[in-house]
T-cell receptor, first 109, second 114 residues
Framework: QKEVEQDPGPLSVPEGAIVSLNCTYS??????FMWYRQYSRKGPELLMY????GNKEDGRFTAQVDKSSKYISLFIRDSQPSDSATYLC?????????FGKGTRLHILP | GAVVSQHPSWVICKSGTSVKIECRSL??????MFWYRQFPKQSLMLMAT?????????EQGVEKDKFLINHASLTLSTLTVTSAHPEDSSFYIC??????????FGQGTRLTVV
């Protein structure tokens, strides 16, 4: 079993819809949980960062962590065409970060 | 937020030549930087951990003699792809971690070996 599992998509949703992106993991020692957005041919950009179970909200983005289930989610409200990108979940125990494969998201105008 | 600058953003080189990629942390010091490789539609694969003032730590399967890493200062790490071949063509990305496991990434370098 891979340490981090993420559905690669692609996921296509209409503009304005709520998007739900998810990852599962197997290493209970992970302490930090992150979501990155990556546009084509660009480096990943940190979107959300958390280290505890529960929800963290930032504008249209909400990150959710459930350590008991080893499951993390990213919700995007009022999705926009500019949100179309690849979203990578990532988690770390120390400085070493393990990434999911990324989910390609398409927001249809 | 923290800024990591990577240069060049793209490079084309001839097979057999060497290419150097720079990664700089602009507003913080980084004793550790990381180098990743990303193939199309794939996730980032950690190649090596660059440690300031000491030898880099390479992941299994990564040739240390081919991918030379130098971390000469707290704000600069370089990756040199030596004797590049077409199969080395990829997207190379560096990252630095200022604190608490939160990594910031460079813009990436697209290397094409012809």
């Amino acid at each position: 079993q891979k340490e981090v599992e993420q559905d690669p998509g692609p996921l296509s949703v209409p503009e304005g819809a709520i998007v739900s992106l998810n990852c599962t993991y197997s290493n209970s020692a992970f302490q930090y949980f992150m979501w990155y957005r990556q546009y084509s041919r660009k480096g990943p950009e940190l979107l959300m960062y958390t280290y505890s179970s529960g929800n963290k909200e930032d504008g249209r983005f909400t990150a959710q962590v459930d350590k008991s289930s080893k499951y993390i989610s990213l919700f995007i409200r009022d999705s926009q065409p500019s949100d179309s990108a690849t979203y990578l979940c990532a988690m770390s125990e120390d400085d070493k970060i393990i990434f999911g494969k990324g989910t390609r998201l398409h927001i249809l105008p | 937020g923290a800024v990591v600058s990577q240069h060049p953003s793209w490079v084309i080189c001839k097979s057999g030549t060497s290419v150097k990629i720079e990664c700089r942390s602009l507003d913080f010091q980084a004793t550790t930087m990381f180098w990743y490789r990303q193939f199309p539609k794939q996730s980032l694969m950690l190649m090596a951990t660059s440690n300031e003032g000491s030898k880099a730590t390479y992941e299994q399967g990564v040739e240390k003699d081919k991918f030379l890493i130098n971390h000469a200062s707290l704000t600069l790490s370089t990756l040199t792809v030596t004797s590049a071949h077409p199969e080395d063509s990829s997207f190379y990305i560096c990252s630095a971690v200022p604190s608490g496991g939160k990594a910031f990434f460079g813009q990436g370098t697209r290397l094409t070996v012809v």
